[in-house]
């Protein structure tokens, strides 16, 4: 599942970049922009060491309040004391009904292959919860005056602008092979002249079988990478496709604008054209 971003330009030496790490939701969550970008912050001062700060705490702060809010792994959250039945969906807050909503939606338009619902009935938003708070962060350091980043969490990709600010060059990202962690399996541009500004991957390489496969019990691909303009939607179609195998890939790019890259046991490739373009 893990996708390391490299973000670069087009042609020539990589513009120089600054970066922001920390850890929630189980992964690590980093923060990049442009080293040469002076943009004006919200407090009116040019962006420094102090003002890249300002925006990776931002950006923590969202992740940590959604850890705290839908964390299974934290018995003091709100989704854990749901699970456990010490709330009903009708005592829950309303930020909760709104992501259960929304995970709700998607399980019909992928008829059934994402779900908000564990085998055994627990109600787990998981699935859509990284990419909300990936698209909040980013709301976030828009809000701080930033236009150039790269926000990757656990390899799942949110771009803003360049990385070389005027260029119009892309951010290049780069899709781990699943068969060997320490190379690529495809790299896909985000950003600048790109019409996608998102990318996914969901897959058992990582942290193992932890997708409910729809149907045969068999997954179908042991990674799923997806693009697209918004990424939430990137993220629920690349853990439906991983679920729902060949059928659901179908159906994704059938009724999305999407780019997608599936990965079969046996290292076989499935690409639309937009990553065939650019292996």
């Not at 699935?127 to 809000?143: E, M, N, V």
């Not at 005027?166 to 092979?177: C, M, N, R, Y």
């Not at 079988?209 to 939607?233: C, E, K, L, N």
Request: aromatic share 6%; net charge negative.
């Amino acid at each position: 599942m893990q996708r390391t971003s490299e973000p670069g330009g087009q042609g020539g030496t990589p513009p120089a970049l600054k970066a922001s790490t920390f850890t929630c939701m189980g992964t690590v969550v980093s923060v990049a922009t442009p080293a040469a970008v002076s943009a004006e912050s919200a407090t009116g001062r040019n962006e420094t060491a102090g003002a890249r700060g300002t925006a990776a705490a931002a950006v923590e702060r969202v992740f940590a309040g959604l850890d705290a809010r839908f964390s299974l792994y934290r018995p003091d959250s709100e989704a854990s004391k749901l699970a456990r039945g010490e709330i009903t969906l009708r005592k829950a807050s309303a930020e909760l009904l709104d992501r259960y909503a929304d995970a709700a939606g998607w399980r019909l338009l992928t008829g059934g292959a994402f779900t908000p619902e564990r085998p055994d009935g627990v109600l787990d938003l998981s699935g859509i919860i990284k990419g909300y708070a990936i698209l909040r962060a980013g709301a976030a350091l828009r809000a701080l005056g930033l236009e150039a980043w790269c926000l990757n969490a656990g390899g799942d990709v949110l771009v803003s602008g360049s990385p070389a600010p005027g260029s119009g060059a892309s951010w290049h990202t780069g899709i781990v092979d699943p068969a060997d962690r320490m190379g690529l399996a495809a790299a896909f541009p985000l950003g600048g002249t790109s019409r996608f500004c998102s990318l996914a991957t969901s897959g058992s390489a990582e942290r193992g079988d932890h997708i409910w496969t729809a149907g045969t019990g068999r997954a179908d691909f042991v990674q799923v990478s997806v693009a697209a303009a918004d990424i939430v939607t990137a993220d629920v179609l690349a853990t439906a496709i991983m679920a729902g195998g060949r059928p659901m890939l179908d159906r994704a790019t059938d009724n999305w604008d999407v780019e997608v890259l599936a990965i079969s046991a046996d290292g076989g490739l499935l690409a639309t054209p937009g990553f065939r373009a650019t292996s």
